[in-house]
């Protein structure tokens, strides 16, 4: 089974809008990683948060994280049509990263 | 300096037949990850290679193997092919810095298409 599991399953958003994505995870993390990929290519590092951080800026991302809760946000703001994707979260451990399903963003124009 | 590169990028094999996919890492990157992603299962990791040293290996049958050679190369075979190996097989790369309890950023390849008729 999966680590993290990403809601919503997809989201559609018009361009300039805000896109929210969270994740929940199972057991303790180090860290918690957003990746994302564009259709049938591969997947691009976005970000990553140290467990013992609570929120991480990079650019019109930002993400969130509540090891309590066992989440985590990313935030895409003032979104473009190049941000269409899909948004995976993943955990890692013993050499490994574990992913969620994904939520797949699109951005109309 | 160059990325990750996977190759072939498509193949169509019939059952039965066996495939082999490579995977050269960003230069001076010690460890090479193997993930199959599909529409039913996603994205699962199938194999991590570090200084030609297996460390970790995901839930995938005997059929799956790989190896990593010296200059940090690395290949993954698939015996035996089902239609179910159908898939996107995707390599990643990273310094190695990851262990037990973390694993750090992972910089992917465009993956190797593989389609079983």
């Known amino acids: 089974s999966q680590q993290g599991e990403e809601d919503p399953q997809a989201l559609s958003i018009q361009e300039g809008e805000n896109a929210t994505m969270n994740c929940s995870y199972k057991?303790?993390?180090?860290?918690l990683q957003w990746y994302r990929q564009n259709s049938g290519r591969g997947l691009v590092h976005l970000i990553l948060?140290?467990?013992?951080?609570r929120e991480k800026h990079s650019g019109r991302l930002r993400v969130t994280l509540d090891t309590s809760k066992k989440s985590s946000s990313l935030l895409i703001t003032a979104s473009r049509a190049a941000d269409t994707a899909s948004y995976f979260c993943?955990?890692?451990?013993?050499?490994?990263?574990?992913f969620g399903a994904g939520t797949t963003v699109t951005v109309r124009a | 300096k160059a990325g990750v590169t996977q190759t072939p990028r498509y193949l169509i094999k019939t059952r039965g037949q066996q495939v082999t996919l490579s995977c050269s890492p960003i230069?001076?990157?010690?460890?090479v990850s193997w993930y199959q992603q599909t529409p039913g299962q996603g994205l699962q990791f199938l194999f991590e290679?570090?200084?030609?040293?297996?460390?970790n290996k995901g839930n995938f049958p005997g059929r799956f193997s790989g190896r990593q050679f010296s200059n940090s190369r690395s290949e993954m075979n698939v015996s035996t092919l089902e239609l179910g190996d159908s898939a996107l097989y995707l390599c990643?790369?990273?310094f190695g810095a990851g262990g037990i309890t973390g694993t750090g950023e992972l910089f992917f390849g465009e993956g190797s298409r593989l389609t079983v008729l």
């Open positions: 993943a955990t890692g451990n013993d050499y490994k990263l574990s």
């Open positions: 290679y570090f200084s030609e040293t297996q460390r």
């Open positions: 990643a790369s990273s």
């Open positions: 948060i140290r467990s013992n951080e």
């Open positions: 230069s001076g990157h010690r460890s």
């Open positions: 057991t303790s993390i180090n860290n």
